[in-house]
Structures are given as C-alpha cells and as structure tokens.
C-alpha cells in the first residue's frame, strides 16, 4: 500500500557529479541558490537555463528522471504565474475586460519568476538529491558544521540521528504495511468515511507504530552499546571524506558559472539605466 | 582450561522492586566452551547476556569476563571491545545504511584505523558468505542474511567471547541451519566462546554444555544429553526434550513401563530399550482419520506478481480448502506462503484470470467482487505472524472488540462474542480491563488471536502462530488451535516446520518459488521418498525416527505401516504400547 513512497529520489548513475565530493556539492548549492535569488534580466535567466542543461548532462541524468522531480511543483508555478499576471500592472495594456487587466509588465515578470522557481528545483534536484545518497549528505553535513563542536553543538549525534533515521525508513514503512493489512483484516476501512472517521482510523496504525518505534529504539540503543559506540570521539571511518585536486577543479569550475550568472545579471542591469 | 566468563550468585532487578530478573545464577564458561542457556520466556536469560556483557551492573553477586571484574569502571570496556553480541531481531541492530557500512560501525567505534579497517570489513563479510552483497541496503536483505549481517559485525571486532541471545528465533530453519553451521565454525576455528540463548532443543543438543535458567535461578546443568533428556524437568521448565526420550517418557506415561535416565540418553541407548521391550510387536492400526469433503475456499488458477518487471510471487496456484479441516501451508520464507493467505480475504485482490472463491450454503463469494470483500472478512479470519504488534487499545477487552464491532456486533452479543474468544485463547476476565501493552509477549498474541476469533470467522488463518514462543507457549497455541478445530473452525496454519505440520494437520500443502508441490495426507505424502526428493522436502523427524524403530523391532510389514501412521509422539507411544487412545 505504500510502496510508492521514494524517499531521497536518489538516481544511480557513475558521473562527474554523482561522484563529486558532497561537501563541495551542498557548497555549490548554496552559490547557485543565493545566484538565482539575484537574476532577474532575460539574458541571465536564459543563461540559467543553459547551465542547468549543462549541469543535467554531467549529472548523466535522463530527461524523464528530471521531469519526475519537476512535476510536483507545477501546480504551485502555475498558481504563482496566475497569481503575478493578474495583480502586477506595469507596462502596455495587452488585455482589459471587467475588472481584469493584464499588462505585459506583468506577463514578463510572471515568467521570469516561473522559469526561475523551476530551475531552482531542477538545480536542487541534479546537484543535491538525485546524485548524493542521503547518508553521503549527512557525512557532509557532519564535516561542513565541525566547527560549531566549539561551541558545544552536538553535529556528530545530529548527523548519527539522520543516518538511523535514514536506515529505518524502509523498516517502518514495512511495518506499516504490515500493521494497516492486519487492521483491515479486522475490518478496519482507510479509504472511504469523512475525514474525521478515517483520521480516526490511522490510531489503528500510529499506536501500534509508535509502541514499536520505541521498542526498536530502545532494542537499537542495547545493540550499540554492545558493538561499543560511544559518541564521536576517537571514531574512525571506512569511507572518510576524500577532497581530491580534481575535485577541487570540479568545484572551482562550476562556482564560475554561478558567478557568471551574477556578473551578466550585473552587466544586463547597468546597461539597462542607460 | 582457562575461563572465558564466570558468573556468581548474581541478582538483578530491573526496578528496585523486590522482583529479580535474576535471583542468584552461577555459571561457568571455559574458554573455547560452546554452551547453551534455555529458559522459558522471562526466565531472565536474556538479562544474564546482558550481564555478561557489562549492559547491566548486577546488584549482587559477581561477574569476570576474561578474568576482569565487570565493576571495574577503567577496564570494562575491554571486556566490551572482545566481546561479540547477536540479539533476536534482525531490524533492531542493523545501524548502517549499507551492508559494508553496518560491518564498520563496531571497529569504527573503536578507532581501528584503514587500511586495518577495510581489512577487518572484507575478512567479515566473505566468512559469512555477504561479500558480494556489500553494497547492498541493509533493509533489502532477508532475516537469515541480516543475521549474518549481525555476526559479520562482530567477527569484524575479532572477539573472543560470543553471546547470541535468541539468535535464530525468527529465522526458518533452512537459514537456521546455517547460521548455527557458521557459529559452529568459528567455535572449531577461532576458538572463540559461545553463550547461545535458546528455545530451540536441536541448537542446544549441539552445544558442550547446557544450563537451565527458570525464575532467575540456574536449576540444571550439564551436558546436553544428561540434562535435556531429563523430560519430567525439562517441561516443568517450560522446555522440549529431543524425540527419542519423549518417546519413552510417553511409553512409560502410557503402560507404565519404567526406563532409566541412562536408556533416555541417546538414539542409540533409546533403541536398545524398545529394542529390549518391543521386539517384534504387533502394532494395531490406529482410529482411522475423519475425512472432509465439503469444499469451502477455493483458489483457482491464481497469479501474483507484487510488479510488473518483477519474478511472480505466485504462479498457477488451485488449491480447494475443505469445511472443518486443518490444512497446513508449508515451504521456505519467500516462497509465497503469505501471499497466498493474504489472496484468501482479500487484502489482496486476484490478478488476471486467477479467482479466490468463498462457497457458503448455495451463495459463493468472490474477493474479484468488491461488494462481497466485507462479507468474506468476516467469514475469513486472518492472524498475521506476531500478530501483538497489531494491539492498540486502551484494554484488551476494547481491543478485541474493534473486528467484531466494525463487522456491526452490538451490545450483549459483542459482550458475550469478546468474553467467549477471551475464554478461548485462554485469557482470564481479569486480564480484559488491563492494558494490552503491559501484557507479556505470549499474552499479548493471545489477546491478537481473540480479536479475530471473536470476529466468529469459519475458516481461520494462522501465520505462524507459535513463532518466537517458548516451548510452553508452543504448547499452549496448539491447544487452542485444536480446540477451535475440534469447534467446526476450519483452519490454514502456514509454518516453516514440517514436524508441526504433520502432528496437527489433516493435509499439507508444500510450496516452493511461488508453486504448489503437493498436497497431500501427512501419512501418504512421506510414503513416496521419490517425489520427496524430487520436492526436496525432508520427512519429519518423527517419521524418520519411527522408520528406523520398525526397522530394529522387526516389525511385520502391516505393523510397521501402522506405526508410520502415527502423527505424534504421543500416539506412537500408545500404538507401540498397545493401549487405545
């Protein structure tokens, strides 16, 4: 029954990006964002988009996986380019009838603000969640906020809670389906009744889960005791986080295309004041 | 010989209740020692491997391992660090994400540096047969490749001391095997020591020595064959003794023929004893069986596949199941066994061709037609494998009333519905206003078993009702079973083990790779040792057992074919000695 739940939409592949260090990849994300925040001329836009298919083709990730990731959010950018239209006035009148004007101001900022919400998530999605597993990012994670240890902040038991919480997904969703196959059995109904009555029905599935959440939890922490985990101190790793010269170039590479964006959307917009 | 861990007069209480989960144990383990700890649940032998390995602090008493104090604060962590543990769930001690991943948590903790380390990951995993699945999720894996898993994990911290507390007690027995073949391995070639906390009597009749633990106290030891074939002890603890002393146990109970401990000893000395007894008996056909005929489910022409690029879980299955009978659906974890049961109410509806069909008086009822799905549930009872994870009411007595209740049972008939189910599973009416969740396990899968029982349901299927229960308890659950049988319940019982299979059902069903092999009477299937091969099914021990007694008795042909026709131990104590049941 819930089967189709994909967590991480991780995509398997062997290219320059999924093989890329993660630490540089949660870096260029942030350069890329804060980047996209900034563009507003056409001209920078278009080269966004150009990047984006550049960055897609070194991700070796196929159209139809990018068009899987996008899909959920079109209500939403469809919504936003309505919404934009019909209150933003600037510009020649295209459209008027009642109370209704549409202006071309409006449809050009409507746009851009679409094509640029929808490259944020197409960026997102190649540089972060379909080439690095999870656990790759909590690794990254864990080095990139090392420093805050100075200041007491526990980054290696957060980063710990994210793996196991990573590692029990599947588990716990198999044991819901385990849980609701059994109540309805028993005549529980999930699926039809009012909102209240079927809300009512998920205490069916939640109370046996959580008991045994905490059951695992507490059978969990035993196990590892035993295999002697104690805190991040003093811990070795099988795969330790490896900066290579040729990830750095990699880095170095794509940073200068988030920079690109800038200075064109800096130039685009001097020029326009003349 | 040197001891690997030594335990004395220890006490434990988990609270600072009176109530110790271990009242004074000693307990001895030599080093390169393979020994067995029973107990029945809550015996409190699970709390003396955590004991062992400093998990818990006993409150009196002492306890060394490798010859360090366990109160010791600066050294405890070495008897940790030399120290391997498998608990019983194989989800609840995997922490990585990936198999190579989950090996390297426990040397990782304890700072061993690469290349060391990938070493230590790669040795582990190909002893125990994963390396080629290291980079696999460890959620994916099956319960006998998690608990592998489990021991790659603690070979990879080269230990010299390992406690496995119920270890196979999820596994089928295939995977069982071969896990107890890999802990017998590191015992001969490691020389490591091994506490294995057990129900299961064939694990520890393989063991150097056994202890028995019930009400926290230690109240037999020995050597395996000394203690276990002690039956009389044995089942007052709430354990199993092997085949050949119950036998004897039940001859004696049966014509009061008297046996010493020294003829209960082995096979061999067991033989020498009906040997001296029963040489050339004439052995009467006993009662014959009931037959049944009416058909009430049938399963025609059924296909499954959980995805479309996927193998197919089920393939061509027919399969008729009579009114009254008990049939038994037997065959490895994955064969398809519990796809099939969960077609039979339809929580899972036919694909294709395939139809499950309910004949009730003149009308049939098809899980194809959605309309007919809530009048089928009703009729149809399914109890999953351990069904206590499915509680989750203020009280038993609500609990069990959710099924019934949603089937749109009221007042005095849900009353009277919930009570009588309670009675059945054999619940006190005290225990109805507790809270489920401060039951014990055992009580808790009855609670489970009555909330569908009480649903009043005709066929009732059962997903390995006894798995994880202690000897008693497995007792107990067939009791029940039988009596919800004898009651006109039809019953699916779905099981890993044949020698259950053959004692309590009319007809076995064996299954392989999502196929029927066979379905047949218990005495007849066995018959034919041509089609068992090509099947791959082993004759139950009893069977094998009793072929070989006709064999030393010199039995006549017609005496010996009724022997064979024993289902139980029981019953072959009361043919051989000639009393009717």
């Known amino acids: 029954m819930l089967k189709d739940i994909s967590i991480g939409r991780y995509y398997r592949a062997n290219s320059v990006l999924h093989n890329l260090d993660p630490r540089c990849k949660a870096i260029l994300f942030i350069l890329y964002l804060v980047a996209i925040f900034l563009l507003k001329s056409p001209i920078a836009i278009g080269l966004l988009v150009v990047l984006t298919v550049i960055l897609q083709i070194l991700g070796k990730i196929p159209p139809k996986v990018m068009w899987n990731s996008a899909k959920p959010i079109l209500p939403i950018i469809i919504l936003i380019v309505v919404l934009n239209v019909l209150t933003l006035k600037s510009g020649d009148v295209i459209f008027s009838w009642w109370k209704i004007t549409i202006t071309e101001g409006g ?17 997102t999605s190649i540089i972060l969640t379909l080439t690095t597993t999870p656990l790759k990012l909590s690794e990254a994670l864990e080095k990139l906020f090392a420093p805050l240890k100075v200041i007491k902040f526990p980054v290696h038991e957060m980063a710990m809670m994210m793996s196991i919480a990573l590692r029990f997904i599947p588990t716990l969703i198999d044991e819901t389906d385990k849980i609701m196959k059994a109540q309805v059995s028993r005549g529980a109904d999930y699926d039809t009744g009012t909102i209240v009555s079927r809300l009512k029905g998920y205490v069916t599935v939640l109370v046996p889960l959580f008991v045994s959440s905490f059951r695992r939890a507490d059978e969990l922490a035993t196990a590892m005791d035993a295999r002697c985990y104690n805190g991040g101190e003093g811990r070795t790793k099988l795969h330790p986080l490896k900066l290579t010269g040729k990830d750095v170039a990699i880095f170095i590479a794509l940073s200068l295309g988030a920079f690109l964006l800038v200075a064109v959307e800096k130039i685009d917009s001097i020029r326009s004041l003349f | 010989m040197e001891n690997t861990a030594r335990a004395k007069d220890v006490r434990f209480s988990y609270s600072d209740s009176d109530k110790y989960a271990v009242d004074g144990a000693s307990l001895t383990i030599g080093e390169g020692e393979y020994v067995a700890l029973l107990g029945a649940n809550g015996s409190g032998k699970s709390t003396m491997a955590k004991l062992l390995d400093v998990l818990e602090m006993p409150n009196e008493g002492d306890i060394t391992v490798f010859g360090i104090d366990t109160k010791d604060d600066d050294k405890f962590w070495d008897i940790r660090r030399n120290t391997g543990c498998v608990f019983q769930n194989p989800d609840n001690q995997i922490v990585g994400t990936t198999v190579e991943e989950d090996v390297a948590f426990g040397p990782e903790n304890i700072g061993i540096p690469n290349p060391e380390l990938s070493e230590r990951v790669e040795n582990a995993l190909k002893y125990v047969g994963l390396f080629d699945k290291k980079e696999r999720q460890t959620a994916k894996l099956s319960g006998g490749q998690k608990q592998k898993l489990a021991i790659a994990g603690v070979l990879a911290m080269s230990p010299k001391f390992l406690l496995l507390d119920e270890a196979t007690a999820m596994l089928d027995p295939v995977s069982r095997d071969e896990f107890l073949a890999l802990v017998e391995k590191l015992v001969r070639e490691n020389k490591i020591s091994v506490l294995t906390i057990t129900h299961d009597m064939t694990e520890a009749s393989r063991t150097d020595k056994v202890y028995i633990m019930e009400k926290g106290k230690i109240t037999l030891e020995g050597a395996p064959q000394d203690v276990l074939n002690n039956v009389p ?48 008996a004439k052995i009467k056909a006993p009662s014959a069986k009931p037959k049944y005929d009416e058909t009430l489910i049938s399963v025609k022409n059924l296909s499954y596949a959980y995805d479309d690029k996927g193998p197919k879980a089920l393939k061509n299955i027919d399969l008729d199941i009579k009114k009254g009978e008990l049939l038994a659906l037997v065959g490895r974890s994955g064969c398809g066994k519990t796809t099939l049961i969960t077609h039979m109410n339809g929580i899972i509806r036919p694909q294709g061709e395939g139809k499950v069909e309910f004949h009730y008086g003149d009308t049939v009822l098809s899980t194809s037609k959605k309309k007919e799905i809530k009048q089928i549930r009703q009729k149809v009872g399914l109890v999953f494998q351990y069904p206590e994870y499915q509680l989750f009411e203020e009280t038993v007595y609500k609990d069990i009333a959710y099924g019934p209740k949603k089937m749109g049972m009221k007042d005095d008939e849900l009353d009277k519905a919930i009570r009588d189910a309670a009675k059945q599973v054999g619940l006190d009416d005290e225990v109805l206003e507790k809270s489920p969740f401060e039951l014990s396990g055992g009580q808790q899968r009855r609670v489970a078993l009555a909330g569908v029982i009480a649903m009043k349901p005709e ?96 039995l006549d042909p017609v005496s010996k074919k009724n022997l064979l026709r024993a289902q139980s131990v029981k019953e072959a104590a009361l043919l051989l000695g000639g009393v009717d049941a």
């Open chain 2, 233 to 280: 002890e044995m089942l007052e603890a709430g354990l199993d003794s092997p085949i050949y002393s119950k036998l004897l146990w039940e001859i004696k109970n049966a014509t009061g023929l008297n046996y010493s401990l020294e003829d209960a000893k082995t096979i061999r000395s067991a033989l020498r004893f009906l040997g001296a007894h029963f040489t050339d």
């Open chain 1, 107 to 123: 449809v050009k900022s409507a746009l851009i603000m679409a094509v640029r919400l929808l490259m944020m998530i197409l960026v």
């Open chain 2, 459 to 554: 066929v009732l299927v059962l997903d390995e009702p006894a798995a994880g229960l202690d000897s008693r308890g497995r007792r107990e659950m067939f009791k029940t079973i039988s009596e919800l049988k004898k009651n006109g319940t039809t019953i699916v019982l779905v099981t890993h083990y044949m020698d259950e299979a053959y004692e309590h059902a009319d007809r076995i069903c064996t299954m392989k790779d999502g196929m029927i092999m066979g379905v047949s009477d218990p005495i007849k299937m066995f018959e034919d040792k041509d089609a068992l091969r090509e099947m791959e099914i082993r004759a139950p021990y009893l069977r094998r057992f009793l072929e070989i007694i006709a064999v030393r008795l010199g």
